[in-house]
């Protein structure tokens, strides 16, 4: 019952930060996770058999949590999210173990999935802090790539007008 509120109120308080705080990367990340957390809760199945075998429900709302911070570490013009897309891959492929090994005990699979969101945590508060001293020191921080320059989307097509 600890470890649950200790790791919501370590949810809730990265995702207030980063909403008051963040840019769009970090908005974006940590409303992500709230998300993925909050269909993860619903999707897990009861008690007496919970992580017995694949959570195909909780595989679900991984993938789609790790789709999600995969877009956001494309776009972003920040090292971190990578990072957190990494760690959500990690513990995504915690299913793939529990697949292909049935043996793997219950509390060793709940552990593979679960451990990886603290880390993640930390590096959107990190990139949240890190947001703010870049924008007292320039003033400007870019969130977001811009990626019509570098494939020519931005350019008219066309001859040149006169």
């Keep these: 019952m600890l470890r649950f509120l200790f790791f919501n109120a370590l949810l809730f308080g990265c995702f207030f930060y980063a909403l008051l705080r963040g840019g ?14 909050l269909l993860t809760g619903f999707a897990v199945s009861d008690m007496a058999h919970r992580f017995s075998s ?36 990690i513990g995504t492929a915690a299913h793939a173990v529990r697949l292909a090994d049935p043996t793997v005990l219950r509390w060793a699979y709940a552990f593979a999935l679960a451990f990886w969101s603290y880390p993640m945590l930390s590096l959107i508060i990190i990139g949240t802090w890190r947001h703010q001293k870049r924008l007292r020191l320039y003033g400007v921080d870019k969130s977001w790539s811009s990626f019509s320059g570098r494939w020519g989307l931005g350019r008219r097509l066309g001859p040149p007008a006169s």
Excluded: H
Excluded at 68 to 86: K, M, N, T
């Design 24 to 37: 769009g990367p970090e908005k974006a990340a940590s409303t992500i996770i709230v998300v993925g957390s």
């Design 54 to 89: 694949l959570e195909v429900g909780v595989l679900a709302a991984d993938i789609g949590t790790l789709i999600g911070l995969l877009l956001v570490a494309l776009f972003a013009e920040r090292y971190w999210p990578l990072w957190v897309a990494s760690l959500q891959a």
